[in-house]
Every structure is written in C-alpha cells, then in structure tokens.
C-alpha cells in the first residue's frame, strides 16, 4: 500500500494504528509512554495510544521486558492476572495428593501413615487434617509441628508427610486433608481409617487373635469347654 512519509508503514495501516502517515519518525516514538515506541506496539499487537493495552496493571513495556504478553491480561492462562500472578508465565495448578488408600488401626495402638502431596509448580504453602465422620480418632496430628495444621516456609514442590493416629473405639472413620498453595488453589482428599477391635488390649486384632479375651485359652478351646471366648472370667 502506500507509504506517504517513507517510514516502511503503510498508509492505511498508520491510520488504523493511530500513527500519522505524514510523519517519517513515528515508528519510533513512544506516544503513550509505555516504554515501547510505535513499531514495537504494532509488531506485539498492543496499542500505541493506551500504555496498558490488556489492563492487567502492567505497562506494555514492562510486559516485554518480564516475557509476559501485552496484549493478554493472564499471559499463562491460569486465571491470575499478570499484576498478581507469582509466575505470570508459568501456568498455576493446584497441589495433587496421593490416595493412600484405606488405613487400618488396632484399636488403642498408635500408628504413623505417611500422606504424599506434589505440586507441579512448586508453590504448596500449607496442609490441614479435618474429621469428616465416625467415632472419632483419639490422636490425629502432623508429626511435625505437632498438630493438624502443616505449613511450608518457603513452600515446597513436593512433601510426604507423616501423619499419627490412634483409634480408641472400633469403626470406620472418615477424615479430609486439604492442601494449598502459594496462590490459593487448594485441593482435598477424603481417607478412610477402619479401628479394628482388640477386646484384650495385647496389639492384635480380635480378628487375628487365637485368644480374644487373653485368658490363656485359644479360642477354639473355649468353643470345645463351652466358655465364652470374649470374657476372661466365663
């Protein structure tokens, strides 16, 4: 097309842009102050007459010197803003946790299960343990810090976790943990702890003991004497 004033512009596109196509010098001048005179804008796509073209809060020319797109408000397409945005060009994902599957508890004893939790961009800030449902665990804790809230300073990309229980009445509890990162994204697991009975208190489930009541009879003697094998003193 025509290119009136020689500056290798076209006419037509100067006056779509909002550069004057009588002028040689204005593909380098940086008409809105921005940091990015009038040829760069056109070549990035942004506006030469708005300094912000996306309105993410960031001037073009800062864009261009942090890598960031001018013309896109969340250059990573993680739903943050590029003002706010820790890692404006590294897409933000919420922290994953490893099912550990179902726990299994003997009743009265303590036992430590480890929870695995990874985050893709490295930011996870914080893990929290809550019940959910059942009869309730006697101790539920972080083994570190000692309580059900665990916090990352700076935050981590990946932990294993180890978590203590104990169980002080049979049943299927339900309990949750959640993790969250550095931005807020935050996802949950629920897990489940079966507290299997121990009527003798002697580490093994009743399911598993020769002697339930710890008598000292075998519970198939108890069944040939016809005494109760559940009560030590028939």
Known sequence: GKDEDGDRFDDASELVSGMDPERLDDPQADLDLD?????????AGTR??????DGDGLTDGAEAIAGTDPAKADTDGDGLRDDRDPRPTVANTAPVLVDPGLIRLVEGLVRTNTLRVTDADGDLERLTLATASGPGLAVFRFVAGGSAVLEFAPAVPSVDAPVVLRGEVPGTNRFTVTARDGVGLTSALGVSVVVDPDLDRDGVADADDPDVDGDGLANADEGTRGTDPRNPDT
């Open 35 to 43: 940091g990015l005179d009038a040829a760069a804008e056109i070549a």
């Open 48 to 53: 030469i007459d708005r300094p912000d073209t």
